[in-house]
């Protein structure tokens, strides 16, 4: 069963002391949503080196999955892309800002999308269609944006602060038809029924439960399982999202994944976890490094990677 939307509370009980905290955020949030997109770079720049040094414990995150994935860096290397990734994540802030209290149509002549054809191509079809992405930064606004060209329904997961969830989902709903808790699976089918296209975010480390085991940069990962699933019970086809931030804007593309679902889970896990690492290759500094994505092992109760 979905877990319940915190758009269901009413606004009194969201009024209770304990949460003006959280409403003076959102309060400043919605201001700098305001911002020019130049300032909102270069103050995303600023508190992203804020962030790199108020944080060594995601730091430390970052350089145990570069050693992972990147052996052949030096640690001078691993330093400056960790550095580079929270300059990143500080942009990503300041985009989600905008994604929740802008229209996307004020950055549409940011955007460079060239895949419609693919997009149309698919949902010629009538089967919907089931979009896989990564964790990027920019994943909010990115989001915001293919809703200009796309009916797109996310799965998302419910935040626990329940003034932070209300809010996104109030706004996130301005944007999206429709959005799905990522536990409702009724609605998953229902919306690829009526041919609309259903996106997953794909690379997280989701436990033993839900995951098999698949090679992500060498290193065997638990990755989600269902999505092959899901595409072989709906016969739906699956595109990678492709998206992320460029010197002037945002680029993203859809690429039909070939060959995809197969019988096994495990190929399946394999073939997205492939996909990923294209995506991540273009803009290394873009991706969410400070994920433990490595945390659970193959082996039950061997130590996490990323334990000092």
């Not at 409702?184 to 919306?191: G, I, Q, T, W």
Request: aromatic share 12%.
């Amino acid at each position: 069963m979905a877990k319940k939307s915190t758009k269901d509370f009413t606004l009194k009980q969201l009024l209770a002391p304990k949460y003006w905290l959280t409403w003076l955020a959102m309060g400043i949030i919605y201001l700098l949503s305001f911002l020019p997109w130049n300032t909102q770079q270069f103050l995303g720049k600023y508190l992203g080196l804020l962030l790199y040094k108020a944080t060594p414990r995601r730091r430390h995150i970052c350089d145990v999955n570069f050693e992972i994935c990147y052996p052949e860096m030096s640690k001078e290397e691993r330093v400056e892309l960790t550095k580079q990734h929270f300059i990143s994540t500080g942009k990503g802030l300041f985009e989600t800002f905008t994604s929740w209290f802008q229209s996307p149509k004020k950055l549409a002549s940011r955007v460079e999308f060239n895949t419609k054809e693919v997009i149309d191509r698919t949902l010629e079809k009538g089967r919907g269609c089931i979009l896989i992405s990564g964790h990027f930064s920019p994943l909010d606004l990115c989001g915001s944006l293919v809703t200009l060209d796309l009916d797109v329904h996310p799965i998302y997961k419910r935040q626990n602060n329940a003034v932070f969830n209300w809010v996104m989902e109030k706004q996130r709903k301005k944007v999206y038809s429709k959005m799905i808790e990522r536990s409702d699976m009724r609605e998953v089918l229902k919306s690829l029924k009526n041919n609309k296209a259903v996106w997953y975010a794909v690379d997280q480390d989701y436990g033993r439960k839900n995951s098999v085991f698949a090679p992500f940069f060498g290193r065997q990962c638990a990755t989600i399982s269902h999505i092959g699933r899901i595409a072989k019970m709906t016969n739906a086809p699956v595109l990678l999202f492709d998206y992320g931030r460029t010197e002037n804007g945002y680029n993203y593309r859809f690429v039909e994944v070939e060959n995809y679902p197969t019988d096994n889970d495990v190929t399946n896990a394999t073939i997205i976890n492939q996909l990923m690492e294209e995506a991540i290759s273009t803009k290394k500094e873009q991706y969410l490094w400070s994920h433990r994505r490595f945390k659970t092992q193959p082996v039950k109760g061997d130590p996490s990677p990323y334990e000092r």
